[in-house]
């Protein structure tokens, strides 16, 4: 058996599956984001000693852990550096302390890379050789499948396409520099452009469902936005295109559950930006939705 768990930022999901990777057992925890590092260790702990024995009882013990962190971790020393939304996770050795704690080996990696191996195993893109995945949430991430291989670089940075310069003139983006695809497309941006030029009266808090929303009632403002939106996106997704002649682009997060809205404009005006010859390459939903992180962290431990 392999266990896998993904520790987003307020939500422990862990899920214990087959050798083929099939769900056997779920559990999932929501956690304060206040209590800390120290305390959500004692909880991953805690979790995991109960579903080590819970395998054991049923004569298949757990070969290996995969963990989805949400946060940079570097791989080589199995180390998270840090957590975008609890404090207290940098630099530790998470790798190595589920190893000295339950004596199985234990494969940690970032939540887009993850992602990415969940979608590629046991979503969208099973069976394809070569994809990437891009996550359009609050953030934009991203992982690339090439050959059959997560693709990592050097400094498991790969497939960073939230910052990929779209318009070096444009906003500032989450990561101090401007005009990054994720300044412009991501789910908070799209937000904020729309308020910035529509909302005078709109909430601060409008969502980018609340534009969809309005774009599937035929409002022409949040229309003429979402294909202003598609068209950034292309733009980024060209340029991997261009880099990597993908199968397929399977986009998850919150903007893979707006249907033709979205995905219509974005595979036409996809083909402005890649080479003709590229053309068949289908940029389509993620299938698995929040559930991409588990599976893809049973995938990990499955490759451990
Ligand atoms: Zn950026």
């Known amino acids: ?132 995945y891009v996550n359009v949430g609050t953030g934009i991430g991203g992982g690339v499948i090439a050959n059959g291989q997560l693709v990592r670089g050097e400094r498991n940075l790969a497939g960073e396409i939230g910052h990929m310069t779209i318009d070096p003139k444009g906003p500032v983006c989450t990561c101090g520099r401007t005009g990054c695809l994720e300044s412009f497309a991501s789910g908070l941006s799209i937000a904020r452009r729309y308020r910035e030029r529509f909302g005078s009266g709109e909430p601060e808090d409008l969502s980018s469902r609340a534009i969809f929303e309005k774009a599937g009632a035929d409002d022409p403002n949040a229309k003429s936005l979402i294909t202003e939106t598609a068209d950034y996106l292309a733009r980024g997704l060209g340029a991997a295109v261009s880099l990597l002649n993908p199968e397929l682009v399977v986009l998850g997060g919150g903007l893979s559950e707006t249907g033709d809205l979205l995905f219509k404009p974005l595979n036409e005006l996809l083909a402005k930006y890649i080479l003709p010859q590229a053309v068949g390459v289908r940029v389509v939903p993620a299938l698995l939705g929040y559930e991409a992180g588990v599976r893809g962290a049973v995938a990990l431990a499955m490759g451990a």
């Open 1 to 132: 058996m392999y266990l896998g768990i993904d520790k987003g930022g307020t939500r422990h999901t862990f899920i214990l599956a087959d050798a083929e990777g099939e769900v056997l057992h779920r559990v999932q925890h929501e956690t304060d984001r206040h209590a800390g590092a120290q305390a959500e260790l004692e909880s991953l702990r805690q979790e995991v000693v109960s579903l080590l024995a819970k395998a054991s009882a049923s004569g298949s013990p757990v070969k290996a852990i995969g963990i989805s962190f949400g946060g940079p971790v570097d791989i080589r020393t199995g180390r998270t550096l840090l957590s975008h939304h609890v404090p207290g996770w940098e630099g530790v050795p998470l790798r190595d302390l589920f190893e000295e704690w339950f004596g199985t080996p234990t494969v940690l990696d970032n939540d887009a890379n993850v992602g990415a191996l969940g979608e590629w195993k046991f979503g969208a893109g099973a069976g394809c050789c070569d994809m990437v």
